[in-house]
């Protein structure tokens, strides 16, 4: 089993909480700052489609309200797609709070079962430096 299975398991637990009646595809997912809290959650749709939006965002909101802080890790799960990734828009969403070496833990349906890192889900990505 994975060291990092535990993330897995709250990726599910979230993934079974979200709202997706439209498109059915339920995600979850999870992350762990780098000193040990795990935070999560699920996408959420909306009738009017645009407005819904991903478990990676519902998760770093969950993040963030908590006090945010370095992440170490991020797993991402769906229960009709092995090894989904994040979308574009939550890719940079992520970016924005993750590191280049935060590990991103993709999954199928009985653990973690691929490992890349932010800089390799978003290569090249935009950075906010020049803004600050
Ligand atoms: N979705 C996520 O929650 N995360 C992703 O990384 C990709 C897509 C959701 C959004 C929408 O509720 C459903 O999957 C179908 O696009």
């Known amino acids: 089993m994975h060291a990092a299975n535990d993330l897995f398991i709250a990726a599910r637990a979230a993934m079974a909480k979200s709202y997706a009646p439209y498109s059915k595809l339920s995600v979850g997912a999870s992350l762990r ?5 795990v935070h999560s959650g699920g996408n959420i749709e909306v009738a009017s489609y645009p407005e819904g939006w991903c478990a990676e965002t519902t998760m770093l909101s969950d993040y963030v309200m908590a006090g945010g802080g370095p992440i170490a890790e991020i797993c ?3 229960e009709k797609m092995d090894l989904i990734t994040p979308c574009g828009g939550c890719r ?6 993750a590191s280049p070496g935060t590990k991103v ?3 199928d349906q009985t653990g973690i ?3 890349i890192t932010m800089a390799e889900l ?5 950075r ?4 600050k």
């Open 122 to 126: 978003l290569p090249l990505g935009f």
């Open 92 to 97: 940079q969403r992520l970016a924005e709070f």
């Open 105 to 107: 833990y993709l999954c």
């Open 113 to 115: 079962a691929k490992t």
């Open 76 to 78: 991402v799960v769906s």
């Open 33 to 37: 700052t780098a000193d040990g809290r």
């Open 128 to 131: 906010g430096d020049i803004l």
